[in-house]
């Protein structure tokens, strides 16, 4: 594996490969989410490239970015491990510069995550974009945990004409059934004991629906009695370009749990 | 040469393509500013691709986009003439659909054309994105006539790592002097006549700086009486990234001339 740290390497590279490429962008801090996103990759294409960046752009004022877990060590340990060919780490000032050509993402970048954090999907935009003409990869995978972010995306490539791959991938979780997160370390031993709740609420209404159950507002109605004693930020099921349904309709819904712990926010969802 | 109407056609022939790609995209009403963009094409690509497309996002309400002119069959035969390769000319709703990713130009768009027309930049990147995009070239071939036009993609390429070559290709002129435009066929002969004034302007100045005049302020009245008589919009001296300068500095400097004839607006410039 080569880790590549400037943009002039990159290109150098991408220049002379050839054959299919897999490309999985990622802001470190690798966990088995991250680990079977770069399998597949691995099964699918010829070669392939991780990023690990941490993206100034995407944070708002006030959020984690300074305390976001760093851990580049372990994080090429892994890469290393999963046989990834190119490992790129880029410094913050090869990324960006003053008064940039930006990004604009679409207006149901306003709600949900991005009613919570407004603006957040532009810089998340913006990176990939960059990161996508760095790499110029056939397949690029995402995972469906942050699911408005792989719609966006998916958004962002089809109204771009990119022609790159999104490969959709599903969550991973602990065998608790806790969904994979970077942030999961910043939870107390009580604070995880509680989050299962999460995805018990999830498994329930997936249940439900399979059962035949097509009432959104019953479903989300039986997914707060699980998550009861919880701080919930939202439960909403949405069609897969993120409007709120009344009615469910498999295979075109998207049941979606916010929960915070403090200044903690865990997301879960289920695509139907 | 094949014309190319549909987007899947278009990814369909892109598939296959290999070597060297030169791209020109226009909005059609093709004049010999247009077919020397092609011909230098022509020589420095094995392959050559021209979109027509009238481009509704980089017109301002009350625009000329109704007006436009607009030429296919005579646009087909001189790109036939040309040796082009494929000739792109996409519907608009193939484009555009609603609620988009969109992109922001940076600040200095918002001054001189972008301050007259603000928006139009966004517009215009919008749609060079996508093209590129879909055209996927190693060459795009702009005229150094819209000046800012051209600085602003070269920034974009750089900002989203494009992996795209800029080829800023001179200013061709009528006989007269008149900087080629769609939008001359406006002119009455009269005022062509008048618009002669913006050219030796133009050339005044190109003079006076090669003798080692380097004041801006000098240079910039020196303009204004060649142009008297005329409905002169602006006329800036300006570094390449459109920062206004007092000093000249040769291969730094461009020189900008905006006229009006009525809502016609004449674009002129020269590049130190």
Chains 1, 2 share one sequence.
């Not at 490969?17 to 996103?37: C, E, K, R, V, Y």
């Not at 300074?66 to 990834?84: F, G, L, N, W």
């Not at 603006?119 to 397949?139: E, S």
Request: hydrophobic content about 45%; charged content about 25%; some cysteine.
């Amino acid at each position: 594996m080569l880790v590549v740290k400037t943009i002039e390497e990159l290109k150098e590279i991408r220049k002379g490969l050839n054959g299919t490429i897999g490309f999985i962008p990622t802001m470190g801090a690798l966990h088995d989410g991250h680990i079977s996103l770069i399998k597949r990759a691995k099964e699918e294409n010829e070669l392939v490239i991780v990023s690990i960046f941490v993206n100034p752009t995407q944070f708002l004022k006030g959020e984690d970015l300074s305390t976001y877990p760093r851990k580049a060590e372990a994080d090429i340990k892994i890469c290393q491990m999963c046989k990834v060919d190119y490992l790129f780490m880029p410094e913050i000032n090869a990324i960006y510069e003053n008064d940039e050509v930006l990004i604009k993402a679409p207006q149901n970048s306003y709600v949900l995550e991005g009613f919570t954090r407004p603006g957040h999907f532009d810089g998340v935009l913006q990176v990939v974009l960059k990161l996508f003409n760095l790499t110029q990869p056939t397949n690029a995978y995402f995972g469906k945990k942050d699911a408005q972010q792989l719609a966006l995306i998916g958004q962002m490539v089809k109204n771009l004409f990119i022609p790159i791959n999104i490969v959709a991938c599903d969550i991973v979780r602990e065998i608790s059934g806790l969904a994979m997160s970077s942030r999961n370390i910043y939870l107390s031993v009580e604070q995880k004991e509680e989050a299962l709740k999460i995805s018990k609420s999830i498994y329930m209404a997936g249940n439900l629906i399979s059962k035949g159950e097509r009432s959104s507002k019953l479903v989300k109605n039986k997914i707060y009695e699980v998550l009861a004693g919880l701080d919930v930020e939202y439960v909403k099921v949405v069609d897969k370009k993120f409007n709120e349904i009344e009615v469910i309709e498999p295979s075109n819904t998207i049941i979606l749990v916010v929960v915070r712990f403090g200044s903690i926010r865990l997301l879960d969802n289920i695509w139907m």
